[in-house]
Each structure stands twice: as structure tokens, then as C-alpha cells.
């Protein structure tokens, strides 16, 4: 399992539920926006994993988005030491594989711990992101931070952030 311990660089990012269009001075992203900003790209809101440069893994992507959607805001911040390990695309035949472990695994109800396991998991598969500097990461973020115009990000969808959040907690 991924400790925070290396991690320090993006700490003072906060992960948020659903997509932003811009995040806030402390971050208030999605984990999938946060990883296109570490990865280098231009910050972009991303409302579903097709909205994410070709580098990243499609399947890895969808299980990181719906972990982050369903975490309570707890949980969602332990999903920060894979921000940098996203953009791992792959072969067409390795995405299956990770594709099909992740399938094989999800069951109903899992904790969120066994799932990240899960995460954990499917990006040993194949590909991994290439290794960034920390120091690199660090001002790819903070200069996003410092051009957010408000404290927080604010939701682009606020009701349907609101409503996957319900449902959520529900299952």
C-alpha cells in the first residue's frame, strides 16, 4: 500500500467530489484533474475519464474517479499519493488486463481500503507513470493554486456532486 510519507509535495492539495472548473487556492479537484496538473498538462475539468490525455490508463482512471466520488472527505485525501501515478496508458492488451482485474475485484460493498488495495493493484500491471521530481510536481500545483482567483473550487455540477454523494453514502 502507498504510505503519504513521500508525498509532502502535494499535501496541500485537497481532493474534492465531482469535477470543478477551476480549482481553489487549496487545490479542490478531482484526483484525475490534480493528476493531468501533475503530469504537466494544462489544468481542464474532467466530467468522465474520456477527458483525459491519450497518456493516461482508461481503467485505472474510472476506478480512481469513482473512489474519489464515493469517498467520504477523509478517505478521498489517501487517494493523493496516486495523483502522480495516472499516466501509465498502455498497450491494448495490457489496458484489458487492468481492466479485467479490476472487474474480477470490485465486489459490492468493499471498504474503501480493500479498493485502493484494488487501485494498487491494477497499476503494477504494465506500464508505470514515469517517475516525477517532487520538487517538479510541487510547482506544477502550487501554479495552479496561485492563479485560483477564490479560496475553494466550486463544483461545476454542485447538485449532481450532491446527488452521487447521496447515493453513495445510500450503497
Known amino acids: 500500500m502507498v504510505t503519504m510519507d513521500r508525498f509532502d509535495h502535494i499535501l496541500h492539495w485537497k481532493l474534492k467530489r465531482g469535477s470543478h472548473t477551476f480549482p481553489g487556492q487549496d487545490g479542490g479537484t478531482c484526483i484525475n484533474e490534480a493528476a493531468i496538473v501533475a503530469a504537466g498538462f494544462a489544468y481542464q475539468p474532467v466530467r468522465s475519464v474520456h477527458d483525459m490525455p491519450k497518456c493516461f490508463s482508461r481503467p485505472i482512471c474510472t476506478l480512481a474517479m469513482q473512489l474519489n466520488d464515493e469517498a467520504s472527505d477523509e ?11 495516472l499516466a501509465c496508458a498502455d498497450t491494448p492488451e495490457v489496458e484489458q488486463a487492468r481492466e479485467a482485474y479490476i472487474a474480477a475485484r470490485m465486489r459490492w460493498r468493499l471498504s474503501f481500503r480493500k479498493r485502493l ?32 482567483s477564490a479560496p475553494t473550487s466550486v463544483d461545476e455540477h454542485p447538485l449532481i456532486s450532491n446527488f452521487q454523494g447521496w447515493v453513495a453514502g445510500i450503497f
Open 117 to 148: 488495495e484494488i487501485l494498487s493493484g491494477a497499476l503494477a500491471i504494465g506500464r508505470q507513470a514515469d517517475e516525477l521530481a517532487p520538487e517538479e510536481v510541487r510547482t506544477r500545483m502550487a501554479g495552479v493554486q496561485h492563479c485560483a
Open 75 to 85: 478517505e478521498r485525501q489517501q487517494l493523493l499519493p496516486f495523483v502522480a501515478r
